[in-house]
């Protein structure tokens, strides 16, 4: 008989080929396989420990398989495809038209044309505009949220959607269970509920559903939709910027977001009711379910200076990641400029493989980072790919008037992606995300000069002085780097 090394040994190489098997089988990448194998192989007891709460990207084998469904009705109901633009109106390059339509190929979400919007990169004009929104709502507001803390100027908010919901409209929010525990937990969350707002918890996280799904998906979109006629997207969380995580040294946080009317409008309400049927009727909704969230009937307004718009919402629900491929093609297609900005830089090699040859070939690259982030593993994650980028010629800027939390892409000022996708594998494969893309130049201009003020509030990074830091440092960066897959 076996003593017990032994048989702990024959159960680990076991146990290490089973699960080794099937992550080979989910063809995933291949620097994210072998870290997989390689920590089974390690860890005999934590690692299939930890691959069993973090290991698999899925929601759910019934929400993946009704998603698409549930989608398209919506999609059908407000009309998504009878005003897409034919992709030859687009007024971009061939090859960022063909794009679009592959877009709209994999999502169901079609660009549409005259849409109106207001950029807002200050909190209190935004805050203020919103309440107006709200308090001139006359049937619906819904809202879909990361975090919500109720501090500072976002009380007034919430006060807002206390007073719509006790005058007979119907408001929902929305927000995540993780992101947003301490708000489920404290006493807005009931006084809202007391006052009629359907408060959800979204990708609700307990013991009983990691035997599903995995432990650590997040629902990261920031949406609200009011009377089906007036919506907002963009990086804002519903915290105020002075009061949130104050006092941990990263100052106030740096956000923008979009008021939008339009046919756009349409695509915001499709992703918020699918969300919606999924976390507030735990999939077992019915046709009753889904008739409360339909078209009102009535038709968006199309404005003559308007913009084209398209709606990409991605995250493990899809059957690709539709988000990493949209910017890894846009990079590839420009011609003469390319703006990345967001708060946690971890790409993969394919990204980092499209900034550098497109700065190798003359284009001019600028990626826009915090100086101090609140993510430590991030941060140093992606300052080991600073090197390789410096030398290809791309300009790296860390921002060091607060904690730069926008999430913007630019290329050629020709095309926009604004949204709540950040450049890290996170945001690519586990995180639910929304993206906005805004073509012509006209939009592009405007984000431009964004660009400038963030620029201006920057430090550019010295090819020369940071060749100069510290081996301790150095080995940090590249051990955090071998874990990026897995961030």
């Known amino acids: 008989m076996l003593s017990l090394p032994p048989l702990f040994l024959l159960l680990h190489i076991i146990v290490t080929l089973v699960l080794s098997a099937r992550i080979i089988h989910r063809r995933l990448h291949v620097s994210t396989t072998l870290l997989w194998i390689i920590l089974l192989s390690i860890f005999p007891v934590g690692g299939p420990i930890f691959y069993f709460f973090f290991g698999s990207h899925s929601l759910g084998r019934k929400r993946t398989k009704t998603g698409w469904a549930i ?6 109901d407000f009309g998504i495809g009878k005003r897409r633009m034919s992709r030859d109106d687009l007024p971009v390059s061939d090859y960022l038209q063909d794009l679009s339509w592959m877009l709209s190929v994999q999502t169901g979400f079609f660009p ?36 919500v803390q109720a501090k500072g100027m976002i009380v007034e908010l919430l006060e807002a959607l206390e ?9 929902r929010l929305m927000v995540d269970d993780f992101g947003g525990r301490p708000f489920h937990r404290g006493e807005w969350s009931t ?37 089906q006629d007036i919506g907002y997207t963009g990086s804002f969380n519903l915290t105020d910027p002075e009061k949130f995580k104050e006092g941990e040294g990263f100052g106030e946080w740096v956000d923008v977001m979009l008021r939008l009317e339009g046919h756009i409008v349409s695509s915001l309400s499709c992703l918020f009711n699918t969300d919606y049927i999924f976390d507030s009727t735990g999939m077992d909704y019915t046709e009753a379910d ?105 300009e790296v800027y860390r921002f060091t008037d607060g904690m730069l939390h926008t999430k913007i892409v630019t290329v050629d000022e020709e095309v926009t992606l604004i949204g709540t996708a950040n450049v890290d594998m996170r945001s690519f494969y586990l995180n639910l995300e929304m993206t906005l893309v805004v073509y012509g130049s006209a939009f592009g201009e405007e984000i431009a000069r964004l660009l400038e003020t963030y620029v201006a509030g920057s430090e550019m990074l010295d090819p020369q002085l940071w060749e100069q830091r510290g081996r301790v440092l150095r080995w940090k960066e590249a051990v955090l780097r071998l874990a990026s897959p897995l961030l």
Request: hydrophobic share 40%; aromatic share 6%; net charge positive.
């Open 191 to 227: 006084r809202l509920e007391e006052a009629g707002v359907d408060v959800v918890r979204s990708l609700s996280v307990n013991p009983v559903k990691a035997f599903s799904k995995r432990t650590d998906l997040r629902n990261h979109r920031k949406l609200i939709v009011i009377d």
């Open 112 to 147: 549409t044309a005259g849409n109106w919007h207001k950029l807002y990169s200050e909190a209190r004009p935004l805050v203020d505009a919103i309440i107006r929104d709200v308090d001139a709502a006359h049937s619906s507001v819904y809202l879909e949220f990361y975090i």
């Open 290 to 394: 889904l008739e409360e969230l339909r078209d009102d009937g009535t038709d968006a307004p199309v404005f003559k200076h308007g913009s084209a718009m398209q709606l990409v919402p991605s995250g493990p629900e899809m059957q690709r990641s539709v988000i990493h491929e949209l910017i890894t093609a846009a990079i590839f297609a420009a011609r003469t400029s390319v703006c990345v900005v967001t708060p946690y830089f971890v790409p993969d090699e394919t990204i980092q493989l499209a900034l550098t040859s497109a700065a190798r070939r003359g284009v001019r690259v600028r990626l826009i980072v915090p100086k101090d982030v609140d993510s430590v593993m991030a941060r140093h994650a992606g300052e080991a790919t600073f090197d390789e980028l410096v030398k290809a010629g791309v």
């Open 163 to 171: 007073r719509a919901a006790r005058r007979g409209v119907d408001v």
């Open 71 to 76: 989608r398209q009705y919506y999609q059908r």
